[in-house]
């Protein structure tokens, strides 16, 4: 594989203007309230830009699972042994797992890369890339050397050239590698300058004891290479992994070629941070609105990370300060045509019309104490808010279900 990287400095594909003037415009024809879809409409406009058709369709997905062991793991990080590794990929490549069920649901098109297992076993069925068996001890030193990263990052850059070769209009990127979450939150610190302590979670099943150690074990990798973590490039390098630097590369190429990614999940979000800050020479914030992220994580670190890739909206976790009596989804920043800003406190707020009426549902935003939180109606008017003091109990978030009405609703409170 080469290690030639210039290609990282190719600059992103600029949307045609024209095709998304085109789809604005027939927003605007449609038989429907303005704004009534809410984020599909800005998505469509987006995704004409991206296609160069005022109409866009995503019909042909392709997946992209890139697995490598850690040498991290070594320190107990994981609930699981490394061999984990080696075992799924056979599962990936055999049909049997949750990701297969999935590309079947969307006739997409499955691959999976090994990127370099302890054993270094051929998985038939699998695209092997021979890198080593698994990234070192970050510990004690780099996890990659400068040629396992260029090869790591080609890997991705190829995938998503198969990719587009085969027609795809949409790419999703996957991960798997036992200490892959220790990596991923080792970045986040690193690039966001966040203390292991906020961005160390249970991964696979870890406990309160394992979840303190992972951060510790973080630390001690942030000391240790103390000094030369200055860009992105030397952060995915020194703390990152084989299949983390992978997705770093197919993103910056789906950027390059226009090809629209969904960013899903801990360790692809942490690859996407590090494509976004670049591991080119340049650094700029070049590639993420090509982008869009998957769900609305409650994992750690998703907030800083979506602010950091200046995406469309920020995912709302529950404060660590209020206590659910009842366990809330993943809460959503959007429904409908309603959009919350950051989440600290709860507050209820309805749509002016159905404030008038008494009737429809409502919604519980957030917004910081003290500060007012700013929605949209479909009429682009805004509705704003006060948020409540803390310490009474408020209402949970109402399941915005279009003209079906509300799923039922309990109550949580906040503590001072």
């Not at 098109?109 to 076993?121: D, H, K, R, S, Y």
């Not at 990596?183 to 979840?211: I, M």
């Not at 959007?334 to 507050?347: I, L, Y």
């Not at 910081?368 to 704003?384: E, F, M, Q, T």
């Amino acid at each position: 594989m080469s290690s030639n990287l210039n290609w990282l400095d190719e600059e992103p594909k600029r949307p045609d203007e024209e095709a998304s003037a085109a789809a604005r415009a027939r927003q605007a024809q449609l038989t429907k309230p303005p704004g009534a879809l809410g984020e599909l409409e800005t998505l469509a406009i987006t995704l004409a830009g991206w296609q160069g058709r005022a109409q866009p369709s995503i019909e042909r997905v392709h997946i992209s699972v890139f697995a490598a062991d850690h040498g991290v793991a070594d320190e107990g990080i994981s609930a699981f042994p490394a061999a984990v590794t080696a075992q799924m990929i056979k599962n990936f490549v055999r049909d049997g797992a949750a990701i297969n069920v999935l590309a079947r649901v969307l006739d997409a098109t499955l691959e999976v890369i090994n990127l370099g297992t302890i054993g270094q076993a051929v998985t038939a069925g699998a695209h092997d890339v021979a890198l080593g068996p698994g990234s070192a001890n970050f510990v004690n030193g780099p996890a990659m050397t400068d040629a396992q990263l260029a090869g790591a990052l080609e890997a991705g850059r190829q995938s998503v050239e198969r990719a587009r070769g085969c027609g795809t209009q949409l790419y999703i990127g996957g991960d798997m590698g036992i200490g892959n979450t220790t990596a991923a939150a080792a970045l986040g610190c690193a690039l966001l300058s966040v203390k292991p302590e906020a961005l160390a979670g249970p991964g696979t099943g870890l406990d309160e004891r394992g979840v303190a150690h992972k951060a510790a074990v973080i630390r001690r990798a942030l000391e240790k290479h103390s000094g030369h973590l200055r860009t992105a490039r030397d952060a995915l390098r020194r703390v990152g992994g084989f299949e983390i630097a992978a997705l770093v590369g197919a993103y910056v190429r789906c950027a390059q070629l226009g090809l629209p990614a969904l960013i899903d999940g801990f360790i692809c979000g942490a690859a996407a941070l590090c494509s976004r800050i670049a591991p080119g020479s340049r650094g700029t914030p070049r590639c993420s609105p090509h982008w869009r992220p998957g769900h609305c994580s409650t994992s750690a670190c998703a907030s800083e990370r979506g602010a950091a890739l200046r995406w469309p909206y920020r995912c709302c976790d529950w404060p660590a300060s209020c206590t659910p009596a009842w366990p809330p989804s993943p809460k959503p920043v959007s429904r409908g045509s309603f959009r919350t800003c950051e989440c600290t406190c709860c507050v209820t707020v309805k749509p002016r019309a159905a404030r008038a009426t008494g009737a429809g549902p409502t919604w519980c935003s957030a917004g910081r104490v003290g500060v007012r939180c700013a929605l949209r109606s479909p009429d682009n008017r805004g509705i704003s808010s006060s948020a409540p003091r803390c310490g009474a109990a408020q209402p949970l978030p109402k399941i915005w279900r279009g003209d079906s009405g509300c799923a039922a609703t309990t109550t949580r409170t906040c503590a001072k």
